[in-house]
């Protein structure tokens, strides 16, 4: 794990420092479409999965209409926003105790996408943020666009907690571009319908399609796992990696697949939203050791058993790992 994580700073400072000197953010949406066009190219010669008749259309059309929406209504919380904020608290953050450049990308970096991991999980355990999170997993054709089908909500949401870590970080425009592309290129690349040689090995360090594919499976015990932007390591360190092939992608029933829809799905609850298992578990046990009088010396069995039973309900059977 050790050797992995040096590898990874190693491989981020020089790619950061590529991104860094990049004239104008102009530049950097010009590369972040190239990629975009060389993974549609990508899946159309080379598909991990093929879509059913008229699939794909209807995806596309979906994500691309979100992405113009939510360009025009968020604009203001966008990353020109965030550069505005990034020009005026560059140095006065804790990243001004950093002297080396080098490291201050790197660190910025680590810090955004663990602040990205800590707020996707979030989307998936708390019921007001997966209504609007639900909107990307509702994808029923995993591919590059996917990774536009974000509801407005969400995206603001994202962007008020990055705005917080740049003013407490004090990070610099031109890292928060780099963070911006670094993360846009590898939410693209998970996100493609593709698979190639090598993926299990990078998965090691960073999330690689094949283990995105089970975040989006229709079954909450696989697709509550990989929360990762970038790198698979905070997956690993924080015990939520699962390595395995969905069945099913998208989400349980019916739902909308065109723009309108898809924003107002975002603001409705339905049956199988996440819910609080600890919560559940510990009412469970408190009933137990109601029954048997809160006599001491079987706090840990009745834990345990409540544990059993509440996951046997909510998920139908044993959440497990199987071999890709």
Same mark, same amino acid.
Not at 169 to 179: C, E, M, T
Not at 255 to 283: R, W
């Given at each position: 794990?050790?050797?992995?994580?040096?590898?990874?700073?190693?491989?981020? %400072?020089?790619?950061?420092?590529? =991104?860094?000197?990049?004239?104008?953010?102009?530049?950097?949406?010009?590369?972040?479409?190239?990629?975009?066009?060389?993974?549609?190219?990508?899946?159309?010669?080379?598909?991990?999965?093929?879509?059913?008749?008229?699939?794909? #259309?209807?995806?596309?059309?979906?994500?691309?209409?979100?992405?113009?929406?939510?360009?025009? $209504?968020?604009?203001?919380?966008?990353?020109?926003?965030?550069?505005?904020?990034?020009?005026?608290?560059? !140095?006065?953050?804790?990243?001004?105790?950093?002297? &080396?450049?080098?490291?201050?990308? $790197?660190?910025?970096?680590?810090?955004? &996408?663990?602040?990205?991991?800590?707020?996707?999980?979030?989307?998936?355990?708390?019921?007001?943020?997966?209504?609007?999170? #639900?909107? *990307?997993?509702?994808?029923?054709?995993?591919?590059?666009?996917?990774?536009?089908?974000?509801?407005?909500?969400?995206?603001?949401?994202?962007?008020?907690?990055?705005?917080?870590?740049?003013?407490?970080?004090?990070?610099?425009?031109?890292?928060?571009?780099?963070? /911006?592309?670094? =993360?846009?290129?590898?939410?693209?690349?998970?996100?493609?319908?593709?698979?190639?040689?090598?993926?299990?090995?990078? !998965?090691?360090?960073?999330?690689?399609?094949?283990?995105?594919? $089970?975040?989006?499976?229709? %079954? +909450?015990? /696989? *697709?509550?796992?990989?929360?990762?932007? $970038?790198?698979?390591?905070?997956?690993?360190?924080?015990?939520?990696?699962? /390595?395995?092939?969905?069945? %099913?992608?998208?989400?349980?029933?019916?739902?909308? %697949? &065109?723009?309108?829809?898809?924003?107002?799905?975002?603001?409705?609850?339905?049956?199988?939203?996440?819910?609080?298992?600890?919560?559940?578990?510990? /009412?469970?046990?408190?009933?137990?050791?109601?029954? +048997?009088?809160?006599?001491?010396?079987?706090?840990?069995?009745?834990?345990?058993?409540?544990?059993?039973?509440?996951?046997?309900?909510?998920?139908?059977?044993?959440?497990?790992?199987?071999?890709?």
């Amino acid at each position: 794990m050790l050797d992995e994580f040096k590898f990874s700073i190693t491989l981020l %400072q020089s790619y950061l420092k590529w =991104i860094v000197n990049m004239s104008s953010a102009g530049g950097t949406a010009l590369v972040l479409f190239l990629f975009f066009v060389l993974c549609v190219i990508l899946e159309s010669c080379f598909p991990r999965e093929k879509p059913q008749a008229g699939q794909l #259309r209807q995806s596309y059309r979906a994500n691309i209409e979100l992405f113009v929406f939510n360009s025009f $209504v968020i604009s203001l919380l966008s990353i020109p926003s965030l550069l505005v904020l990034a020009e005026r608290y560059s !140095g006065k953050g804790l990243l001004n105790y950093v002297s &080396d450049p080098a490291w201050k990308a $790197v660190l910025s970096f680590l810090a955004m &996408d663990l602040l990205l991991y800590g707020v996707h999980k979030a989307s998936h355990s708390f019921d007001c943020l997966w209504m609007f999170h #639900r909107v *990307h997993h509702n994808d029923r054709y995993l591919n590059v666009s996917t990774a536009f089908r974000i509801h407005f909500v969400e995206i603001v949401i994202i962007n008020l907690m990055k705005a917080l870590l740049i003013v407490a970080l004090g990070i610099q425009s031109a890292l928060v571009l780099a963070n /911006e592309t670094v =993360i846009t290129f590898f939410t693209m690349l998970h996100h493609t319908n593709i698979s190639f040689r090598g993926e299990r090995f990078l !998965g090691r360090i960073i999330i690689t399609p094949y283990l995105h594919r $089970v975040h989006h499976s229709v %079954q +909450r015990n /696989e *697709h509550d796992n990989n929360y990762g932007s $970038v790198l698979s390591v905070w997956d690993r360190l924080f015990g939520t990696l699962a /390595e395995l092939k969905p069945a %099913q992608i998208g989400v349980k029933g019916s739902s909308p %697949q &065109d723009l309108v829809h898809l924003i107002k799905y975002g603001f409705t609850m339905t049956p199988g939203s996440p819910v609080n298992l600890d919560k559940m578990i510990a /009412e469970a046990a408190y009933y137990k050791a109601e029954k +048997r009088g809160f006599r001491p010396g079987n706090e840990l069995k009745d834990w345990l058993e409540a544990k059993r039973e509440i996951i046997g309900s909510v998920y139908g059977d044993k959440p497990g790992k199987t071999s890709w």
